[in-house]
């Protein structure tokens, strides 16, 4: 057991001296507890941070609403339906004679009482194409060879079908190797092994390498573009994936640093004349080039926080002011009113009155003694310092229709590498999770924009990757 640490000696303190400690430790009780209460839906902690024990509370951001639980009136329900041509029929015939009077009934004068039908897949199992080619010979002697197909290049191969199942099984889907390679046997009976995939998986990284620049090139002229980072381990060591995302497009990469060198090595975020939407990490900041939009999903959650942790009425008023502007700017933009200025400097200057309530309940604080150096502030002075400093970037959404409320887009597009990395546990090499990266990249967009992954996959196997929509 680690030593006890000394017991502190009080004897030599003034009253005043003592009065002063008790603060401190008071103060520093209730930072602890502050922060033990923090959680996914007060702060910025991921809900992985929450663990497994049940929460005293939840708290929901979108508050109640007056819709009645369920699918809402008008609302058009999806179910199975019949086909006007069916795959196949099986006809069930009446009995040969009548239960009454024994009598033969004529089958050719029947007629269909009712149909019902039944949709399925086939049992599947692989086949096999030979490949041939022939030789022969001219009367002068000149001897003719047919040549086989480009992409037929050994004597026993698979083809694109089956190797796009397995890339997507691995990289769509996020199944282990051993468990996609089991998957594939049972459906097909087509013995693949983990090793394959693997190998299958560098071939479809190399195929898409040219879709993965383009759609990074589309990011980095893109006029809005969202943007996130999280950790990954990656060959025993954390690294960090950072992500850039619109509605229509997604690209991923990996580096071993998180900030702007990160950011530079990639190439898409820096030297950009659009819109940055992000969650107010520091080193965002730094690309200077273009205007910032902050991610005001994170801002409610820190209010929540505040809130808790005050008691004060400033982070209601807070909360309530930016989702009725969520609510107010999203009805107008539907109605193709968009707000004009004295409606946007309206809301301006509630926001600014609503910091300086804030401000007031929170001023700065200052070491004892006009001591040097900077002082440690709390968090709602720290939340309140952000609300004053970055007013623009957080009311933009207000007065440009294009930019987003939150930074959900890239948010979401985070989450699919941290169910990859939940089952496997981490990227055991550099190599694939570059090649996760790329594969994921067009994966995720060509998706957006309505293809199957099955077949952007195959297509890149057969060589002719789709091309995203610019």
Same mark, same amino acid.
């Given at each position: 057991?680690?030593?006890?640490? +000394?017991r502190?000696?009080?004897?030599g ?6 009065d002063r400690l ?5 103060a520093?009780?209730d930072?602890?507890e502050a922060?033990l209460g923090?959680n996914?839906?007060n702060?910025?902690?991921?809900p992985?941070?929450?663990g497994?024990?049940?929460k005293?509370?939840t ?9 009645a639980?369920?699918?809402? +009136?008008?609302?058009k329900?999806s179910?199975?339906?019949?086909v006007?041509?069916?795959t ?7 009995p040969?004679?009548?239960n009454?009077?024994h009598?033969a ?7 269909v009482?009712?149909?019902?039908q ?12 030979? %490949?041939r ?5 001219c009367?002068c ?5 047919s040549v086989f ?7 026993a191969?698979?083809g ?7 890339v997507?099984?691995?990289q !769509?889907?996020?199944?282990?190797y051993?468990?996609a ?5 049972e459906m ?5 092994s983990p090793a ?8 479809a ?9 383009f759609?990074a090139?589309?990011? %980095?002229d ?5 943007a996130?980072?999280?950790g990954?381990r990656?060959?025993g ?7 850039a ?26 030297n950009?004349l659009?819109v940055?939407?992000?969650?107010c990490?520091?080193?965002y900041w730094?690309?200077n080039?273009?205007? %910032?939009?902050?991610c ?12 808790e942790?005050?008691g ?16 107010l ?7 193709g009113t968009?707000f ?11 926001y600014?009155?609503?910091v300086r309530? !804030?401000?007031?309940?929170?001023p +700065? ?15 709602? %002075? ?6 004053r400093?970055h007013a ?5 959404f207000?007065a440009? +229709?294009i930019?987003p ?5 890239a948010?979401r597009?985070?989450?699919?590498p ?15 999770a570059?090649n996760?990266?790329t594969?994921?990249?067009?994966l995720?967009t060509l ?11 195959r ?6 990757p789709?091309?995203p929509?610019?």
């Amino acid at each position: 057991m680690p030593p006890k640490p +000394p017991r502190l000696n009080l004897t030599g303190l003034s009253h005043e001296d003592k009065d002063r400690l008790i603060d401190a430790l008071f103060a520093r009780l209730d930072a602890v507890e502050a922060k033990l209460g923090m959680n996914s839906e007060n702060s910025s902690k991921p809900p992985s941070s929450d663990g497994l024990g049940k929460k005293q509370k939840t708290t929901s951001l979108r508050g109640k609403s007056d819709k009645a639980v369920g699918g809402q +009136p008008g609302h058009k329900g999806s179910t199975l339906k019949r086909v006007a041509e069916p795959t196949s029929t099986q006809d069930h015939r009446t009995p040969s004679h009548c239960n009454r009077c024994h009598s033969a009934l004529a089958f050719e004068e029947a007629h269909v009482l009712e149909r019902r039908q039944v949709f399925d897949v086939p049992t599947m199992c692989f086949e096999v194409v030979e %490949h041939r080619v022939y030789t022969v010979l001219c009367i002068c002697g000149q001897r003719h060879d047919s040549v086989f197909p480009a992409a037929v290049s050994d004597l026993a191969q698979y083809g694109p079908n089956v190797r796009a199942l397995g890339v997507h099984l691995t990289q !769509g889907q996020m199944l282990p190797y051993a468990r996609a390679a089991g998957l594939i046997a049972e459906m097909t009976g087509l013995s693949v092994s983990p090793a394959t995939l693997l190998a299958w998986v560098g071939e479809a990284s190399l195929a898409l390498q040219g879709t993965a620049d383009f759609i990074a090139k589309q990011l %980095h002229d893109a006029p809005v573009l969202c943007a996130d980072e999280s950790g990954l381990r990656v060959d025993g060591k954390l690294h960090w994936m950072h992500v850039a995302a619109t509605a229509e497009l997604t690209w991923y990469g990996m580096h071993a640093k998180r900030g702007l060198d990160a950011m530079v090595a990639h190439g898409i975020l820096p030297n950009r004349l659009g819109v940055l939407v992000h969650d107010c990490w520091a080193p965002y900041w730094k690309l200077n080039d273009g205007l %910032h939009a902050l991610c005001n999903a994170h801002l409610l959650r820190e209010l929540v926080y505040a809130q808790e942790v005050t008691g004060q009425d400033w982070p209601t008023d807070m909360t309530e002011l930016l989702l009725n502007a969520q609510r107010l700017s999203t009805a107008a933009r539907q109605q193709g009113t968009p707000f004009d200025a004295e409606a946007i400097a309206a809301f301006a200057t509630v926001y600014h009155g609503i910091v300086r309530q !804030g401000e007031e309940l929170n001023p +700065p604080q200052t070491k004892p003694g006009a001591k040097p150096g900077r002082c440690k502030q709390s968090d709602a %002075h720290n939340l309140l310092r952000r609300f004053r400093l970055h007013a623009d970037a957080i009311l933009r959404f207000i007065a440009d +229709p294009i930019i987003p409320f939150t930074n959900n887009i890239a948010e979401r597009a985070v989450r699919m590498p941290k169910v990859k990395q939940k089952i496997s546990g981490c990227f055991r090499t550099i190599t694939g999770a570059d090649n996760f990266c790329t594969i994921r990249s067009c994966l995720d967009t060509l998706r957006k924009q309505g293809h199957s992954m099955l077949e952007v996959l195959r297509r890149a196997f057969a060589g002719d990757p789709i091309r995203p929509t610019a």
